[in-house]
């Protein structure tokens, strides 16, 4: 996860800020957020950010004098600033600062993750060219735990190959070989388990009909659904009921 500061006098700015950035569901997290520039230069010497989104009009330090002061840190973070309409001069001194990329306030959410998408392009590109055996291998890592973060809280009915792709921008088939490769099985195998091992604890700890089960956990089609649940349990799932109903250790289990 890349590591992002907040700069903005205004609290609530900072708030709907970092709600539509956890919201495009984007390798990054909101870490800190400070009031001005001069709380955010204290902050980042003595801790690390990869990415900086300041407001340019604030009290005690602004968001120009803040980049000014940036430049004389060794290891400086990237910036991208958000401003008004009525102050692009301001923005075009930030860029000539080596600011990055800029906002418009009220910031989008349609804006924000294309620049945000433009900006993790361009990292990636960086940390390949220098790293590339170590960079791969952390951004392969990376990615299938976004991956199981993602299916973990998606009902089982909803999950898809090419949504979960989608989510994680990447090409389904691709993501399907790098799934295989970092867990040594297929993701429609993982997603199958998955959806055996619910429909066992709902057969166990419910009275649901078998079909609203199958249904639950993503299968429209019962006879495929006792196909898949006999090969993976080993018997039907109305014998799995039957049969397990009525010891408490299985049902503590599920």
Request: with cysteine.
């Amino acid at each position: 996860m890349e590591k992002i500061l907040l700069v903005d006098d205004e609290r609530w700015v900072r708030t709907a800020l970092k709600w539509s950035i956890n919201k495009l569901n984007l390798p990054l997290q909101v870490v800190h957020e400070c009031k001005n520039g001069l709380e955010a230069l204290d902050w980042i010497k003595h801790h690390d950010v990869d990415l900086v989104l300041t407001d340019i009009r604030m009290p005690i330090m602004d968001g120009l004098m803040f980049v000014k002061e940036l430049e004389a840190l060794k290891e400086k973070p990237d910036v991208i600033v958000i401003s008004v309409h009525d102050e692009f001069q301001f923005v075009q001194k930030a860029l000539r600062s080596g600011v990055i990329d800029y906002l418009l306030k009220p910031v989008e959410d349609d804006d924000l993750k294309i620049c945000l998408d433009k900006w993790l392009d361009k990292r990636k590109q960086v940390i390949e060219q220098n790293d590339p055996p170590r960079y791969k291998e952390e951004l392969d890592s990376s990615t299938i735990e976004r991956v199981l973060a993602y299916i973990e809280k998606t009902p089982l009915s909803q999950i898809t190959l090419k949504d979960v792709a989608k989510n994680v921008h990447m090409n389904p088939s691709y993501l399907s070989q790098l799934f295989k490769q970092q867990l040594n099985k297929k993701f429609v195998d993982h997603i199958t388990e998955l959806r055996i091992e619910e429909s066992k604890r709902l057969l166990l700890s419910t009275s649901l009909r078998l079909s609203e089960i199958a249904d639950r956990v993503g299968y429209s089609d019962l006879a495929y659904f006792s196909n898949n649940f006999k090969k993976i349990a080993g018997c039907s799932p109305s014998e799995f009921r039957k049969s397990r109903a009525g010891d408490p250790l299985v049902k503590s289990k599920y």
